[in-house]
């Protein structure tokens, strides 16, 4: 049997009352879901293990069975592995986030949702004024990006730049967790202050201000670690042949550890005008050759982060019916079975504009299995679902196959 997971990135949230009290997954429509949650079997997931931070690489690992005490070293590690860059011993990566301040506050985390071309530029300009023999910027994707340092120590406390919109960045600058990372986390803020020095004044930036758009006028780092050890999913589950497609570098890096053949396509943008059609036709092409693909989309996320309740229904309603509503026509038709699973990686309520711990809901349709009671897909309607509560790796194990 084929199997394929379709993770819609923070789609979870909270009542909202211009919603009449329903969340934005409760309010949308989404036919394709429901009737998914009809035929198969539901339950919530614990994503965020007790002791760590809910962003969406500790989410998204969880998801997949791994364990977090064993093999996590922050995100930078797994960005780096989706731009090809190879950590070596004592070298510590961080993500790198171009972001927009504002006086004294963090107004946003992603510079206006700067594009990739813009931040390319700065990337380079910051490498060439800031960059040297211990330090070194890559370009990623958007407000995406990667610092390398020689010698860096991991001890560190980070704020992720999407926990602190309008507020006061200063008391959240890096701070070490250990004498001995003083030296890191002094070098980290240097950086971070001396490139609010710098930026303002680039052409892009210019550009970006007198079109009444947010400059990318700071850096901040965050989720330090060094390169982690991982078991591909072949070997956890003997999962011959996967894929993974998304437009985030820290999900492809996921999936280059995991043993996963990384699937691109164009148009995808980790954003609400994301190519949805071309993200399921690239799932159902990468299914007749690979025996799992998860398909990431970032949309939802976003969308909370924002705080913009509207849009994030919309692209509740969007994965629904142009994504997995075509996806679920496609393999109808064919003669070998295939399973598939629906879920976030946690919650991004609109109220918060940030990530929450909360599980989340999902679903799992396979071919000649016995349906639960549940009716419709959300945060509620699964509390009665024959799977109720799972933790660890047993969501994944369920859904391969190996209990």
Not at 234 to 247: D, H, N, Q, R, T
Request: charged share 20%.
């Amino acid at each position: 049997m084929k199997r394929i997971l379709i993770l819609g990135d923070g789609m979870a949230d909270e009542p909202v009352d211009m919603l009449g009290g329903k969340t934005p997954l409760q309010y949308a429509r989404t036919p394709c879901m429901d009737e998914l949650a009809r035929q198969g079997v539901t339950g919530r997931l614990q994503t965020v293990p007790d002791g760590f931070h809910p962003g969406s690489e500790v989410a998204n690992l969880s998801v997949l069975g791994y364990n977090l005490a064993e093999i996590y070293e922050g995100r930078g590690v797994l960005e780096a592995a989706s731009m090809n860059v190879e950590l070596h011993p004592g070298e510590l990566a961080m993500r790198c986030n171009l972001v927009c301040v504002e006086g004294d506050l963090l107004k946003n985390h992603s510079a206006g949702h700067i594009s990739s071309e813009e931040a390319r530029e700065l990337i380079a300009f910051l490498n060439g004024t800031l960059g040297d023999g211990r330090i070194r910027f890559h370009a990623g994707v958007s407000y995406r990006h990667l610092l390398v340092m020689q010698g860096g120590d991991k001890r560190l406390d980070c704020m992720p730049p999407h926990d602190i919109p309008m507020q006061p960045f200063h008391p959240a600058l890096v701070k070490a967790t250990d004498a001995a990372a003083e030296e890191t986390a002094a070098l980290l803020n240097r950086l971070i202050l001396k490139s609010q020095e710098l930026l303002p004044a680039h052409p892009i930036n210019q550009r970006r201000t007198a079109a009444g758009k947010d400059p990318a006028n700071s850096l901040w780092f965050w989720s330090p670690g060094y390169r982690p050890t991982m078991r591909t999913l072949k070997e956890l589950y003997g999962i011959p042949k996967s894929a993974v497609i998304s437009a985030v570098d820290l999900i492809h890096g996921i999936g280059v550890y995991a043993g996963m053949d990384v699937v691109p396509v164009e148009g995808a943008t980790g954003l609400y005008n994301t190519n949805y059609e071309g993200k399921a036709q690239a799932a159902v092409e990468a299914l007749r050759t690979h025996d799992f693909v998860y398909v990431h989309v970032e949309a939802s996320d976003e969308a909370g982060h924002e705080g913009d309740v509207q849009l994030k229904v919309r692209t509740i309603e969007d994965l629904d019916r142009r994504l997995i509503t075509p996806v679920c026509e496609a393999v109808r038709q064919w003669d070998e079975p295939v399973a598939i699973a629906v879920l976030p990686d946690h919650p991004t309520p609109c109220a918060l504009r940030t990530h929450t711990k909360d599980p989340v809901p999902f679903l799992i349709c396979a071919p000649g299995q016995a349906p639960d009671a549940v009716e419709r897909y959300d945060e509620f309607s699964v509390l009665p679902g024959k799977y109720g509560l799972l933790t660890g790796d047993l969501f994944i194990r369920e859904f391969t196959g190996n209990h």
